[in-house]
Structure formats: structure tokens, C-alpha cells
């Protein structure tokens, strides 16, 4: 079955950056777009961006333009999610989504999850 | 840009049906999907392109939208339904989400 392996919980110190992995199985990743959303403490789901790992094209949401960068291994099914220049605003639970295909529909299904904490 | 907007907070009695509402400027003319969202847990998508159920989904969640409104609706709501619900669109290229909405099951 289509299944979404994220990396394990990460403290960072503010300044610093962070890298999640959300590896893939059970289907081929090249055929279907991947997103990453967060959710902070309280709040709403946030959606970061969105990659095609066919040939690692991009979108990001404005909020995250310059300091977020996602890219993808086709060699082993996994895309990652590098942030930086993280801020105590940036602690959330961090997703990735498969998209619908290679059409923006919805998202299904999502990683687990990764939990990074910023704090000095 | 877009915004998507959800009553924070619904409430509904056991057995009884429970309507969601997400709301955006000709909001008919996009597909809307619903996740629900359950503490500790990743979302789950119950509702896809306004009123599609996924495999494994429960019949009891169905979805409609036209003019500024789309919902989602929980007939004979159970204490498992308790959760937070999102509804979500495309629009410009990017991902939106309403602001979620709590349901309660009292």
C-alpha cells in the first residue's frame, strides 16, 4: 500500500536549518507531485510548497520564498524539506502530502509526520 | 490571495447530523476536499472534488458546493468524528486551507 516514511523529531537552535525526509513506497514517485505542510502549535495546517520529482521543479508558497528548498531522490523514493534560518515561529509538526497525480487536487495520503523544535 | 474561512468551532449532539461550512469568493467554481485532523494523528482526507468519499471513508461524511459555500456534512455524528476539520483549494498555484473547524460531539 502507498505509504509515507518521515524522519525522525529534530531541536534546532534558532539561525540554524533543518532537513526532514519523507520516503515513499508503494507507488512511483515520479508519477505524482509531493507537497509539505505544517502545523504550529494551535494552529491551522500551512502549506509550504510543492515539488515534481520527475525533474525536481518547485513551488513555494511566498511566506517560505529564500529560505525553504525541497528536492527529491528518485534513487530511493525520497523527497526532502530543508529550511533555514529557523525562528521559534517555525516549531510545528512538519507534513508531507501526496498530491493528486500531477494535477493540483488534493492530498493523500501524509506522512506521519516530523516534529521540529526551535529553542535556544 | 485567497482565503477560505470556517467556523471555529461546531458542536453536535450524538446520532444527530453535523454540518461544516467553508466559505470563499466563487468558491462553487474550484474543487474543495475536507480533511480531518485528530490529536497525535496525520490528516486524513474525507472528502475529495466537493463531494467524492475516499476507499475507506465512512458513508455517513458527504460534501456539496455551490456559489461561495462548500460543506461538509456528518449525518449521525459519533463520538469518533470529534476532531478538527480543514477544508482545502487550489487557486494561482498554491495550496489553501480554510482555518479549521473543531468539532464536537456532546
Known amino acids: 500500500q502507498v505509504q509515507l516514511v518521515q524522519s525522525g523529531a529534530e531541536v534546532k537552535r534558532p539561525g540554524a536549518s533543518v532537513r526532514a525526509a519523507c520516503r515513499a513506497s508503494g507507488y512511483t514517485i515520479t508519477t505524482y507531485y509531493m507537497n509539505w505542510v505544517r502545523q504550529a502549535p494551535g494552529q491551522g495546517l500551512e502549506w509550504m510548497g510543492i515539488i515534481d520529482p520527475t525533474d525536481g521543479s518547485t513551488r513555494y508558497a511566498q511566506k517560505f520564498q529564500g529560505r525553504l528548498t525541497m528536492t527529491s531522490d528518485t534513487s530511493t523514493s525520497t523527497i526532502y524539506m530543508e529550511l533555514s534560518s529557523l525562528t521559534s515561529e517555525d516549531t510545528a509538526v512538519y507534513y508531507c502530502?501526496?498530491?493528486?497525480?500531477?494535477?493540483?487536487?488534493?492530498?493523500?495520503?501524509w506522512g506521519q509526520g516530523t516534529l521540529v523544535t526551535v529553542s535556544s | 490571495s485567497y482565503e477560505l474561512t470556517q467556523p471555529p468551532s461546531v458542536s453536535v449532539s450524538p446520532a444527530q447530523t453535523a454540518s461544516i461550512t467553508c466559505s470563499g469568493d466563487k468558491l462553487g467554481t474550484k474543487y474543495t476536499s475536507w480533511y480531518q485532523l485528530k490529536p497525535g494523528q496525520s490528516p486524513v482526507l474525507v472528502i475529495y472534488q466537493d463531494t467524492t468519499r475516499p476507499s475507506g471513508i465512512p458513508e455517513h461524511f458527504s460534501g456539496s458546493n455551490s456559489g461561495d459555500t462548500a460543506t461538509l456534512t456528518i449525518s449521525g455524528t459519533q463520538a469518533v468524528d470529534e476532531g478538527d476539520y480543514y477544508c482545502q483549494v487550489w487557486d494561482s498555484g498554491t495550496v489553501v486551507f480554510g482555518g479549521g473547524t473543531k468539532l464536537t460531539v456532546l
Open positions: 502530502a501526496r498530491g493528486d497525480g500531477k494535477n493540483f487536487g488534493w492530498l493523500d495520503p
